[in-house]
């Protein structure tokens, strides 16, 4: 059974930075991709980024991308997404996610991603 747990948020103010990380654990299989969505009170679910972890590509929305990165701690079996320049859009709750086993194409749908963590809280505020 996977097992994921995010951890980073916090409060930050606009322009600045953040860094939320995805432990994974307890995983008996392999999987491929990784997401990251968020959601901001009344709205929906939406994707953030995703990562491909045998090429270790990664991608990103319209709405981060250029602010967002991702990267890996494969030792500890944790990703990161390192958020700066955040502003009051990013507010959200962030969670990661891991698509089935055998999937190998990021999904950019909450119903594509089976495994999901409780959430981070990230809040933009001056």
């Known amino acids: 059974q996977l097992h994921l747990v995010e951890s980073g948020g916090g409060l930050v103010q606009p322009g600045g930075s953040l860094r939320l990380s995805c432990a994974t654990a307890?995983?008996?299989?392999?999987?491929?991709?990784l997401g990251w969505f968020r959601q901001a009170p009344g709205k929906e679910r939406e994707w953030v980024s995703c990562?491909?972890?045998?090429?270790?590509?990664?991608y990103f929305a319209d709405s981060v991308s250029g602010r967002f990165t991702i990267s890996t701690d494969n030792a500890n079996n944790t990703v990161h997404l390192q958020m700066n320049s955040l502003n009051y859009g990013d507010t959200a709750v962030y969670y990661c996610?891991?698509?089935?086993?055998?999937?190998?194409?990021?999904?950019?749908?909450?119903?594509?991603?089976?495994?999901w963590g409780q959430g981070t809280q990230v809040t933009v505020s001056s």
């Open positions: 990562l491909k972890r045998s090429s270790g590509n990664s």
């Open positions: 996610a891991v698509r089935p086993q055998g999937y190998v194409y990021c999904g950019t749908q909450p119903h594509q991603y089976d495994y």
């Open positions: 307890g995983f008996t299989g392999d999987y491929e991709v």
